[in-house]
């Protein structure tokens, strides 16, 4: 079935990278995306990357993606105090009428 | 920029009480979306709308229903609050259904049932 995992928590200090993992289930899916949730705030849209690539990269995030593994991460350079939030992998099946399939989320919390 | 506008950040209602919340979009999208997020499970498909007057069910319908008029606007409607409702709620909306349009999101509206 849809199945997006991700671990719950993640704790670095800041200037350090972060790396955010995801296994998603749904090989049919073309598009996979990070969304960002600051305390009291809807999610706001990071990145996504089309699964006929590898990687992609903006500023300082990096999207990678293993299609054969299904497993998707998000590499944050330079972890700032603001960075702190949480972050959710979602997937976009094949057939599902525009729903994504989330994860429940991985709290990022950033050390000074 | 795209635009959800969720009417309300806070609502506190009674046991029994009919609740609204509205969800209007600027960007003429057709998809529109109601979750609920609750700590440990992420968030959860409440309905979906894919056009004016149509309405999905998604994973947890049970205790609400929908309405779809307009096509920018998108209510939640709980017909008898019960405390296991409270819970935020975010709408969503969506151009299309390519997987190259990202959902855009509310600021959500935290809703206690007391």
């Known amino acids: 079935g849809e199945d997006v995992e991700q671990s719950l928590f993640l704790s670095v200090r800041e200037g350090d990278s972060s790396v955010i993992n995801c296994t998603y289930t749904?090989?049919?899916?073309?598009?996979l995306y990070w969304y960002k949730q600051e305390p009291g705030a809807g999610l706001q849209l990071l990145t996504y990357?089309?699964?006929?690539?590898d990687m992609k990269q903006d500023q300082r995030l990096t999207v990678l993606l293993n299609k054969k593994d299904k497993h998707l991460s998000l590499r944050i350079a330079d972890t700032q105090t603001g960075d702190s939030a949480i972050y959710f992998c979602?997937?976009?099946?094949?057939?599902?009428?525009?729903?994504?399939?989330f994860g429940k989320g991985t709290k990022l919390s950033v050390k000074p | 920029d795209v635009k959800v506008t969720q009417s309300s950040r806070y609502l506190v209602k009674r046991t029994g009480e009919k609740v609204f919340l509205e969800c209007v979009q600027d960007?003429?999208?057709?998809?529109m979306f109601w979750y609920r997020q609750d700590p440990g499970l992420g968030l959860r498909l409440i309905y979906f709308?894919?056009?004016?007057?149509?309405?999905e069910k998604g994973d947890i319908p049970e205790g609400y229903s929908v309405s779809r008029e307009k096509k920018e606007r998108f209510s939640l409607i709980l017909e008898s609050a019960s405390t296991n409702q409270t819970s935020m709620y975010l709408c969503?909306?969506?151009f299309g259904q390519g997987g190259n349009s990202p959902l855009h999101f509310g600021n959500g509206t935290r809703l206690t049932v007391t």
């Open positions: 749904d090989s049919s899916s073309t598009y």
């Open positions: 709308s894919y056009d004016v007057k149509m309405k």
């Open positions: 990357i089309f699964s006929n690539m």
């Open positions: 960007m003429d999208h057709e998809n």
């Open positions: 979602a997937e976009s099946p094949w057939g599902s009428q525009g729903n994504l399939i």
């Open positions: 969503a909306s969506r």
